[in-house]
């Protein structure tokens, strides 16, 4: 899709909204209408919702912060079935956040105008800055929060360091909680049913305890089947009349055994599900205005989630790769039988159905087998067995408080402290087979500190904010991969103490009525010191004490650490009484990084952070007595230094530097300067062994492009809202692709789109309202590699439908709906795994169409 007709639509849109501004202006206004008794009036009759936001650390309108957000309401988020952080994604423009891959555990990859992060590792660090309540949250991990106890969310685009701070570079997102009120008790219920067996149940209340004192309670569990079943393979192969498929492999199951005694197989070889959802969690809250100008609020959350590992599936398998593996063949011939085909690796893997897999998370070699011509399974008793967990447990709580004291009517004085405990385990099935190639666990936690003490003001001639920002957090991850495919079994052990320190500050001054200046700053101080710890086991057979490989280990000590000044300034002008313009300019940055899956010495390099200045015009207006918002934004963001991973191979080394024979040789793989992989060792050429490497390439560039907000009341009951965006990333040499090839940034949509309709329909009779309500979301296409574009996955729609009855008198309401209405296909992830020497490729397919019921009801 074209970029051109699309920016000519935006040019002309903006000219039209700025005239019909500039006419407006010139019309003596008209009478405001009386304020609505709450936000449902505003939607419907009386024009667009007015949004208070405080992105800028004061409470202000949406319309007259000269910033690109996007605020959603709590009651928009129900009304498009949105539950969580990494469904924001669909509508907001240019921002794509989703599950991450499975490899990356339960957390969400974040990006906002083609930069973010999709590595939960703790070594990594996010580009958009997550907010709970003005708390940082510093992780990926974990972050897939539940929407619905919120007031409403905003999304900032664009650098925000001289307000959020840390790894602000692509923006921030701040979920806003409902505050205790201390005017009057109420509570709700919500009950949800539907398809996967799920079983949602939402509740909590509000208790004024005196004039002064009140506390919020909520709680929530979420139930659901995965929606991707795990097969029995030997059943399968039964089941689908080619037992010799299977060879001599196991059932998997001693029920299918069981099952299978009367000499037919079942109908169904389920043996377990993956994208199941466990979930448990509960918050409270307290506020207390102990004197008329001190306000003080107490939160507190926890969340236990048992919920299944993401859902992958293999879409290919190249079996000569697998066949370059002695370690591969003859683990695999360990089940060929006698007189049979041979046992491979090869296409009997593909279930034919993208939700399903034949993965198993366990090895099905016992621990000491010694196989021969196999430099894996060599007798030790600590290769083999294994058996990995095929659920997420995860535990995350915190306590945050927040003290608000007015020194004056307008200047209030705020001190914020919060602490974060998470700790999960999350575990991944390489290569999606019952045959162990490769099962990675990782072992995760982290305790995290941050305080932030801040004066702010308000006045006519200007809104301005001061404060002082500490964050410490202390990270250990662990790491056990079993991997045959690569003759290794790694552990790793490794630490992270972040520390950040900044003081910052912003104002926007007014020397005129209807313009404003804005200038904010911030210094910040950056450490994380790492201790990295990888070892190879180099056990022998017969021995019971575990012994390390010479030379395999990578072990080092890295003081990550950064000073930086960030700034931004900008104009606003109010061309109009609802209509502003404004421009903007910006720095970010992020901390240095290093490679945190090295596989041997060679592989232990740090690379250089990011650092950009992103510049910004836009505008905002509501048109027609505000049955029409439409803000718009135009941005260029100068990448001056970016790193990116790319994936290749290198020579596998033994404990003396020296090449390890093998089948193969290293060649360029053009993909950047020193960039290499490994192919088959031409006709008398010497061949050696190679392993999977991330190299680091600096790519900068220049990344622009445009978004669009509508939100329209043009008649009483209807509701119109819709977005876009645009961003691509250009530069003389991107990631060094053939020329011809896609431009596009990996792994994430040039275009994003939405749109939602609703009508709220009378129905006197029924003593409510009906309100119909459709949902289309579109994500354009995203590239995932150079090598195999046949898997990069073309742009898609999605629909989500819902029909809602309320009922007046009795404050309850029903819907009936559906995720993903027409059952379309696609894929959240897709994993390149050939890009890094694997014979595979994997994918993590999206929810199929899920029907639900809901039941809310308030006290």
Known sequence: MSARPFLRMSVSAIGLIMAQAVAAQETPPAEPAPAAEDSSEAATGGGVEEIVVTATRNETNLQDTPIAITAVTSEALVERSLTDAADLGAIIPNAAFRRAQGLFGPGVSAFIRGIGQHDTNLASEPGVAFYVDD??????????FDLLDLDHVEVLRGPQGTLFGRNALAGAINLVSKRPSTREASAFVDVTVGSFGRRDARAGFNMPLADNLAISVSAISKERKGYMRRLDFRCEMERRGTPELAGTFPYSSAFLINETTGGSP?????????GGQDVRAVRGQLLWRPTPDLVIQIAGDYTRDNSDNAPDHVLAIDPSIAAQRP???????????????????????LTGNPFTTYATYSDPIPAGTAIAGNSFYNGSIFRGGISNPVHTPQRNWGLSGKAIYSLTPEIDATLVLGYRDYAATFAYDVDGSPVAME??????????????FRVSGQMDWVDWVVGLFYYEGKGNQKFSGSSPYNGTLRYQNNFYEPVSKAAFFNATFRPLERLGVTLGGRYSDEKKPVRFFSILDGTDAGSTEFVELPGGGVVFDLDIKDRRFDWKAGLDYKIAEDT??????????????????????????????DETVAYELGIKTELF???????????????????QSISGQEYRLDENGNRIPGTQVEVDSGAGPGVTTCIDAPAGTPGFQCIGRSFFVNTPGKVKGFELELDARPIEGLSINGSMGYARFTAPDIDARPEGSSRRLFRIPEWTASAGIQYEIPLDALDGTVTPRLDWFYQGAIDY??????????????????????????DFSVAVGATNLFNKLYYENIFIYKDIGFPQINGQPARPREWFVQLSKRF
């Open 439 to 452: 099962n990675n666990r990782n072992d995760v936690e982290q305790y995290d500190w941050s305080g932030e």
């Open 625 to 643: 007595d505000r049955k029409l918002r439409i803000n718009a934004a135009a941005f260029y963001t100068d990448y001056k230094t970016r790193p």
């Open 135 to 144: 708390v940082y949250y510093p992780l990926l991990l974990g972050s897939a």
């Open 580 to 609: 502003l313009v404004y421009a903007s300019a910006a720095t970010g940055f992020r901390l240095p990084g290093f490679n945190s899956r090295p596989l041997q010495p060679s592989q232990a390099v740090q690379y250089d952070g």
């Open 266 to 274: 079942p109908d169904d070889c389920t043996i377990g599900r993956l």
């Open 785 to 810: 590699t150079i090598n195999h574009p046949d898997y990069n996955q073309s742009g898609y729609s999605v629909f989500n439908g819902r029909v809602t009855y309320d009922n007046i008198d009795h």
């Open 327 to 349: 370690n591969v063949v003859s683990l695999f011939d360990q089940f060929t039988a006698p007189g049979g085909p041979a046992f491979r690796y090869d296409e009997r893997f």
